[in-house]
Each structure stands twice: as structure tokens, then as C-alpha cells.
């Protein structure tokens, strides 16, 4: 059985290698850094628990609770509080719950009267048949109103990608938007007749999905596949480039190299762009002297985004903070895209009688803030809470992590990056890309992507 390289140990990379394991497939993982799990990072101080990235799987497909069981990690798995199913929205400058029903949204004041009647009105908008490419911020309109792009859709897209509605690619940011439209005409149409099919897939929608972690946090899953794989998973050993030979590829490092039958590259596409690859056979344009046939890939944006894990005194927060957390659109003004209630998500993320807000800044609305001092950070951070959640007096708890190139954005136009992966990989013959700047951002999705890529070489 042909060996393989998986490179890059972030949670696609390891799901990948420890299916591929499993599977009695010999494999390597190469990663560049001194741990693995990307960044999937928890760290426990003070009795408070931080996540330094992502706060939560959403558990949209039934291959994320088959890894939680396949890693022996059921009694460590922990579901969210159901009493913590509230999502806010923030208008008139101070957070409105998300309506969670139809009669709930005719009484919310989140939305006025025109946007309301928008809603109502979709099922009668026809579809777009032209082919062309718009964005989630264009789409919105036609279906919807401005309204409902600048107070919803808007904080919607800060929330899962810190990106710009006006930019983020429909068909690619937001696939399953575009498929529901092309296939029942009408969004709310497709709720409703889509439910029957989407209950057979076993798929479930971002908002409707379970959210889980586990007992000492999300870092717990990577650690575990992490050592599963034990000797087989090489940290700080950068890969340098790969070189096409007889039975498949060689993988360059610093320390010399060695040859496996297929690669899995599970790093990010600004990394790919500048990665040596020889012998590479012509594949679509000409790229037979190219020694970076995916050089491309180095346009794809990746905003800078901060995370700022504040504790507080129960005492010094005035809001209830009892739900997921809330989103700000960037038309209220303020410089956090959203704060996450952590400790209202999961038992044990705060001491008794306190309370954890995860907030991000920077993004594609505002990168430069994502650049700022830690101290910075957490002043900007607190005089947006003291507003919005009534926040008072100084955190007794800080976590500043600044992520340079963050979450890429599937920007109109991101098709041709997603055409060269697949020119490539046709041209290559063993040479395989998974992960984030291919098959999803979120968390579940390069899970996903992770499990499907081990499916694939391992038939191959």
C-alpha cells in the first residue's frame, strides 16, 4: 500500500492522517510549527478557559460526531447550554435577540415594517437565470432590501468569514444559498420544501446545528488525533518543496527528503503559492517551466483578525449575556465584529460568579485594528462592551491573540483559484489539496474536508 505525506497539521491535516491511519495507510504528517491543531489553541489559567480561535464545532454533517467517536472522545464531548440558544443582533446600539420563529420575526424589533414586507415578499421574487456571478451583498438586495443586507446579512458575514458582503462570492462563500435559490426559486420556499431532503442527507444548516467542544476545550480534539498519530507526525519541519519521481512524490525538507506514492498539502493557499513543485506535466495554461504552478493562489485575501478573551465579575456586566453571543453590523459603528458568550456556551469556561466574552476585531471591515498593541486591543475592545453589554470596571482576566492572515475570503471571482487546484491535481497524479481555502472555513467544514480527502486517496 502506497505511503503518504500529509502536510500541514491543522485539524484537516489530522483528521486526514488519522482516517488514512486507520485505514492501515502509512502516512507522515510534515508541519511546520512546534505544535499541532492550527489554530484550534484552548489555554486554562485562573480558573477561566480561553480558545484563542474557534469557540465551537457546529456539527453540520454526521462525519464530525463519527471523529468525536472514532477518537474515543464521546465522554469528553460537551453540547451546548440550551439555555444559551439566543444569537443577538446589535441595532439602536444595543443587542436585539434574533427572532427564532415566525412569529417572532413579525414582532421583532430588529427589523422595521419595509424589511419585514421584504421577507414576506421573497417567495415572489424570481430567480437569477444569467449565469453571472454576484455577490452575497447583490443577491441580498435583489431577494431582500438594503435593510436587511446592512442590520443582518452584514453582521452575518462578520461573524463566520470578517469579510465584506460586497465582495464575498454567492456561489462560493455561500453555496448553499445559490442551490436553494437555483432549485426552489426562493430562499423561504426552499426552507420549507428542502427540509425533507436536507433530513435524509443527515446535512444540517450552520444555524439549525448542534454546537459542541469538550470538557478542557476544542484543543482536546487535535491533541488527541495529534497522538494518536505519535511518531508519524513530524513538528517543526517546514516543507520546502515537492519533486515528481517515479512512484509518486518527493517531499523536501530541510533535513533532506523522502518519497511517498500521494500528498495531501492541508497548509494555507498564501503558503501553496510559494511552494517548489517539479515535474509538475502542463495543466490547463502552460506550466511546465513553472516551479510555483500555483503562484496564484497568493491573491487570495486573508484579512488579519484579533481575538480578545476577556473575563469580568458577574457584578461588572449588566447584560444577562445568556445565549451564543452577538453580531454588529458595521453600520452601528463599532469596532468589534462580535463577542461570543463563552462561558454561557459551556460549563467550566469562567469561575463562579464570573463571566468570559471572546470578542474579534479587524477582518476585512477594519484590518488595521487587528494590528493594534494587546493593551490596545483590550481598551478598544472594553469601550464597545461598555456600551453594548454595560460593562464596568476592568477585566480581571485578559487573552490577546492576533492571527496576521486569518480566514480566506471566497471573494467574487474565487472559482479560477478553486479550477487551478482542480487543474493541478488532474495534472499532478497523487498530489491532493484540502482544507480551508478550498472546502469551507469553518471548523466543521475542514473536518469535513478532512475525512473526504482520507476517502479519496485512500480508493486511489
Not at 195 to 215: N, P, T, Y
Request: proline letters at 7%; charged letters at 20%; one cysteine or more.
Amino acid at each position: 500500500m502506497k505511503s503518504v505525506a500529509v502536510i500541514g497539521a491543522g485539524i484537516t491535516g489530522l483528521t486526514a492522517a488519522f482516517y488514512l491511519r486507520r485505514a492501515g495507510v502509512p502516512v507522515t504528517v510534515f508541519e511546520a510549527g512546534a505544535r499541532p491543531g492550527g489554530v484550534i489553541q484552548s489555554l486554562r489559567r485562573d480558573g477561566f478557559l480561553a480558545e484563542f480561535g474557534p469557540n465551537t464545532i457546529l456539527e453540520t454533517s454526521p462525519k464530525i460526531a463519527q471523529l468525536v467517536r472514532d477518537a474515543g472522545l464521546a465522554d469528553r464531548r460537551l453540547a451546548s447550554d440550551p439555555a444559551a440558544e439566543a444569537r443577538y443582533v446589535v441595532r439602536y446600539r444595543r443587542p436585539i435577540a434574533m427572532p427564532a420563529s415566525p412569529a417572532g420575526f413579525l414582532t421583532t424589533k430588529l427589523f422595521t415594517f419595509g424589511a419585514k414586507l421584504a421577507v414576506l415578499r421573497e417567495p415572489f421574487i424570481p430567480p437569477r437565470r444569467d449565469g453571472v456571478e454576484e455577490s452575497i451583498g447583490q443577491f441580498v438586495l435583489r431577494r431582500f432590501n438594503r435593510e436587511f443586507l446592512d442590520q443582518a446579512i452584514d453582521a452575518l458575514v462578520a461573524g463566520v468569514y470578517a469579510g465584506d458582503p460586497n465582495q464575498l462570492s454567492l456561489p462560493h462563500a455561500f453555496p448553499r444559498l445559490k442551490a436553494i435559490e437555483d432549485q426552489y426559486g426562493s430562499l423561504i420556499k426552499g426552507q420549507i420544501l428542502g427540509a425533507r431532503a436536507r433530513r435524509k442527507s443527515g446535512e444540517v444548516a450552520k444555524d439549525r446545528a448542534a454546537k459542541l467542544s469538550f470538557d478542557e476545550g476544542l484543543q482536546v480534539l487535535p491533541d488527541t488525533l495529534a497522538a494518536a498519530l505519535g511518531e508519524a507526525l513530524k513538528l517543526n519541519t517546514p516543507v520546502t518543496g515537492l519533486a515528481r519521481v517515479a512512484q509518486g512524490w518527493r517531499v523536501l525538507t530541510a533535513g533532506g527528503g523522502a518519497e511517498f506514492g500521494a500528498v495531501i498539502w492541508c497548509g494555507t493557499a498564501y503558503q501553496l503559492a510559494e511552494l517548489p513543485i517539479d515535474g509538475l506535466p502542463a495543466a490547463g495554461a502552460d506550466r511546465s517551466q513553472d516551479s510555483r504552478p500555483l503562484r496564484a493562489l497568493a491573491e487570495i485575501s486573508y484579512p488579519p483578525v484579533a481575538s480578545v478573551v476577556l473575563g469580568f465579575r458577574r457584578e461588572d456586566v449588566a447584560h444577562p449575556c445568556q445565549g451564543f453571543g452577538m453580531l454588529i453590523p458595521k453600520i452601528e459603528g463599532f469596532k468589534i465584529l462580535g463577542t461570543i458568550f463563552s462561558s454561557a456556551l459551556f460549563p467550566n469556561r469562567a469561575p463562579a460568579g464570573h463571566l468570559t466574552l471572546t470578542s474579534y476585531l479587524g477582518g476585512a471591515r477594519y484590518p488595521d485594528l487587528a494590528r493594534l498593541t494587546p493593551e490596545q486591543l483590550t481598551a478598544a475592545t472594553l469601550e464597545d462592551l461598555r456600551v453594548l453589554l454595560g460593562v464596568r470596571g476592568r477585566p480581571v482576566f485578559s487573552q490577546i491573540t492576533t492571527y496576521p492572515r486569518a480566514i480566506p475570503q471566497y471573494n467574487l471571482g474565487y472559482g479560477k483559484y478553486r479550477q487551478l487546484l482542480t487543474e493541478v491535481e488532474t495534472a499532478a497524479g497523487g498530489l491532493y489539496f484540502a482544507g480551508h481555502y478550498r472546502d469551507g472555513v469553518s471548523l466543521g467544514d475542514s473536518i469535513v474536508s478532512g475525512v473526504n480527502i482520507a476517502e479519496r486517496v485512500g480508493k486511489s
